[in-house]
């Protein structure tokens, strides 16, 4: 996708929200990337854009601005059957207003789907970064409440809850990540948002 | 006897010296230096920007309440006592704010070499952030 656009005029910017370096590395030596891959360790980036899982992808136009907010959209359609998310509308969307065939989604319209945060959101975000300083200090059992707090603050912030799995002990593709799923689905919360009625 | 607290905030860390962990102060002169901001007989002040608040409130004996400061920003505030560390979070008000202004958040952050690129370096092209992870 990168490399087809790269001469329109077109960058992507990749930032991978992990606990270190480290954990983003295989991916990244992988993909061998042109454009920036970029690590986040502080969640800064779900932070100054609302951001409540991943993959969520913004579109910015050349001044800029956000030319269609957070969605939800992955590189290819490995997940569909679970995320219910088709990646080739994104795609085929994306390629469109990059050689300037369509328009993005006017300044009211971006506004319309954006899903600002609340002061629950951001209290939730502290709380991690209390957390995540916690553990990073090896006091794993103390940052524990913190993080509990955080997702009761939070319940829909999957950066937060998934996110930390790891760190706490717990498996983000096991069992812990199967009970956020289905509590989800319970409590009508999706782990995913894309955009509604997008055109 | 004042003890070291760890204060979060702003992607930063810093240090401060603080009588009662459950209270944390800091010196009202150190307010512009940490966080921004000047106190003023108007209020909390940032350019020309000026905040109301009760001072008596704000300032007491031991400095300049944390608390008492993030309310008035509208900033949550938590802290863990035991490790004598804080986190000052940002605002969903101005969160919020700079979102529906549409402009681009910037940042700044390292690749897996150590060399930072910013959103900003990229103005003149169309951008498709994509914010993943491994987990």
Redesign the interface.
């Known amino acids: 996708m990168y490399e087809e656009l790269a001469d329109e005029?077109?960058?992507?910017?990749?930032?991978?929200?992990?606990r270190s370096?480290d954990?983003?590395?295989?991916?990244?030596?992988k993909a061998r990337p042109q454009h920036?891959?970029?690590?986040?360790i502080?969640h800064?980036?779900?932070?100054?854009?609302?951001?409540i899982n991943?993959?969520?992808?913004?579109?910015?136009?050349?001044?800029?601005?956000?030319?269609r907010?957070n969605d939800a959209s992955f590189?290819s359609n490995r997940f569909k059957l679970l995320t219910g998310l088709d990646s080739k509308r994104h795609l085929r969307r994306?390629r469109a207003?990059?050689r300037g065939e369509a328009p993005a989604l006017t300044?009211s319209e971006?506004?319309k789907h954006?899903d600002?945060?609340?002061?629950a959101?951001?209290?939730a975000?502290?709380?991690f970064?209390?957390a995540w300083?916690?553990s990073r200090?090896g006091?794993d059992d103390?940052a524990e409440p913190?993080y509990v707090?955080a997702g009761e603050l939070a319940p829909h912030d999957i950066?937060i809850r998934?996110?930390s799995?790891?760190t706490r002990g717990l498996n983000?593709?096991g069992l812990a990540f199967l009970k956020l799923a289905i509590k989800s689905v319970l409590t009508r919360n999706p782990l995913y948002r894309p955009l509604k009625d997008s055109p | 006897m004042p003890v070291t607290m760890t204060l979060l905030h702003d992607g930063r860390v810093d240090e401060i010296s603080v009588a009662d962990l459950a209270r944390p102060t800091i010196p009202p002169d150190q307010l512009e230096s940490l966080l921004g901001w000047e106190l003023k007989p108007e209020g909390l002040c940032q350019g020309y920007m000026c905040i109301p608040v009760d001072q008596d409130d704000l300032v007491g004996e031991d400095g300049l309440d944390l608390r008492v400061l993030a309310d008035a920003l509208q900033r949550p505030f938590v802290t863990d006592e035991k490790h004598a560390v804080a986190s000052l979070g940002a605002s969903h008000h101005d969160r919020g704010e700079a979102l529906a202004s549409l402009d681009a958040p910037n940042f700044t952050l390292p690749d897996l070499g150590g060399n930072l690129h910013s959103l900003s370096d990229e103005r003149g092209k169309k951008v498709l952030l994509v914010a993943y992870a491994s987990w």
Request: net charge negative; hydrophobic share 40%.
């Open positions: 005029g077109f960058t992507v910017i990749t930032v991978g929200i992990e370096p954990d983003a590395r295989p991916w990244i030596e920036p891959s970029l690590i986040d502080e800064l980036v779900p932070d100054l854009y609302g951001m991943v993959p969520t992808v913004v579109w910015i136009d050349e001044e800029g601005r956000i030319a907010p590189a994306l207003w990059v300044p971006v506004r954006q600002l945060p609340t002061a959101d951001q209290e975000r502290a709380e970064t209390l300083w916690l200090e006091h103390d913190h707090r950066t998934r996110g799995m790891r983000p593709m």
